[in-house]
């Protein structure tokens, strides 16, 4: 009774912290435990594939999730009927997927209890996701939810991704420049901030050296959940039941010289191609949080923290300076200063706006992706923010370091961050 009480108290002076003067920062502030605390107890993701080649080809966004949902329960051994919501991110699917991923919770096990919706914050939605049920937690709408996302990239990408415009909006120049495709429009940001091809060759051959080195180390293997699938063998049309198990994008021996022989995709005096851009890809990811307290109540083990979030706009012929914008202010924030950070990950949409962010920021490469990132193994773009935590608290457990940041750029012009620490 007593506890109960306690933790009520803690809760009720949180919320009384009217401003943000009032609450204590820093690093030490954050490896602080507190009964209030969001939680990660599980955080896991699929493999990423090659689109129309890959290991997923002819699964459904609804089918990989259904198997990321299933290893999630049974590797944290959660109760399902504890669960409150799930949010999932997706970008691509119609009706944002709101229908077959309820569908995929039920078959995945998961109670009818349990509410599920999806959202679209472009390629942070799983990362948006995983906040709206941090948020949830955090002002007591819920007690546990799992923040997801998903992207069959294969199935659903395309230019019939984006709608038409109306007259009133291709009418309004900023407006329409939400329309721009991303490829052309981070052609003309590397060319005006002088982000060469040489440079975005050399970031993008350590993607791959990283990702490979790392592949071939095992140091995936604890954040992958295989997924056994049908496949459909495109040369003889027969179908398979196959264990996808590892992600199939990572190439070997990728050099910059061999990178320097790829034909430019958007200009043929540019410099971004297929080999220095986020691979087109299919996965999914899952990410369990719940309040410290309940936690432990479950004897759920606690593997990292949330602490908080930060969503930016830029100009929409801009959207790849997004990160360059949100992690200054989430580190503000926070209380903490850039050097405290012990890992970055940062989506790799482009090269070009990836490494321009992170010598903007000042930010050191070696705590940079260092496992690799989308250039190396995909960007599906619903589960990136999602996938993106799972790889950083295994990264942060196996080093022994404490925290870390994820961030990505948004289409349309934005940019989004979250400071988390390991446990």
């Given at each position: ?26 690093r030490?502030?954050l ?34 999730l ?30 944002g ?15 009818a ?9 472009q ?5 948006q ?65 002088g ?31 295989p ?75 606690i ?34 200063s ?85 446990e």
């Amino acid at each position: 009774m007593a506890s109960t009480a306690n933790q009520r108290l803690s809760q009720v002076t949180s919320h009384l912290q009217s401003s943000e003067a009032d609450i204590k920062r820093g690093r030490e502030t954050l490896l602080t435990k507190n009964p209030d605390d969001v939680v990660v107890t599980c955080a896991l993701r699929t493999p990423i594939t090659k689109h129309r080649k890959g290991g997923f080809k002819d699964t459904a966004a609804a089918d990989l999730l259904h198997g990321t949902l299933v290893h999630l329960l049974s590797r944290s051994g959660i109760d399902p009927s504890k669960i409150n919501d799930i949010v999932v991110g997706n970008v691509l699917a119609p009706g944002g997927g709101a229908t077959e991923f309820r569908a995929a919770a039920l078959a995945a096990g998961i109670p009818a209890s349990t509410a599920v919706h999806s959202l679209n914050r472009q390629c942070s939605s799983g990362l948006q996701a995983c906040v709206d049920i941090a948020n949830a937690i955090k002002t007591g709408m819920i007690d546990v939810g799992i923040g997801a996302g998903v992207e069959s990239m294969t199935s659903q990408y395309g230019p019939a991704a984006v709608s038409d415009f109306s007259e009133l909006l291709e009418g309004h120049e900023e407006a329409a420049n939400c329309r721009v495709p991303m490829g052309q429009l981070s052609e003309d940001m590397a060319r005006e901030y002088g982000v060469g091809r040489r440079e975005q060759d050399e970031f993008a051959a350590v993607s791959f050296r990283k990702a490979e080195e790392a592949q071939k180390k095992g140091l995936f293997e604890e954040e992958i959940v295989p997924l056994e699938v049908k496949w459909t063998d495109p040369k003889t049309g027969e179908e398979k039941l196959v264990k996808v198990d590892r992600d199939d994008g990572v190439r070997e021996g990728m050099t910059p010289e061999g990178l320097g022989k790829i034909k430019p995709a958007f200009a043929d005096d540019g410099s971004i191609h297929a080999g220095n851009a986020s691979q087109v890809s299919d996965g999914a990811a899952a990410v369990l949080l719940m309040r410290r307290s309940v936690a432990e109540e479950l004897g759920q083990k606690i593997i990292g923290k949330f602490v908080q979030a930060s969503v930016v706009g830029v100009k929409p012929l801009y959207m790849g300076i997004g990160p360059w914008k949100a992690i200054p202010v989430v580190l503000e924030k926070t209380g903490i200063s850039k050097d405290e950070v012990d890992i970055y990950e940062i989506n790799e949409a482009f090269a070009s706006q990836c490494l321009w962010c992170t010598k903007e920021l000042g930010l050191p490469m070696e705590r940079v992706n260092p496992k690799g990132g989308a250039i190396a193994f995909g960007h599906p773009l619903g589960c990136t923010g999602a996938r993106q935590v799972s790889t950083l608290l295994t990264e942060l457990k196996r080093t022994g370091k404490k925290v870390g940041v994820t961030s990505m750029c948004v289409g349309t012009g934005m940019g989004m961050a979250a400071v988390w620490v390991a446990e």
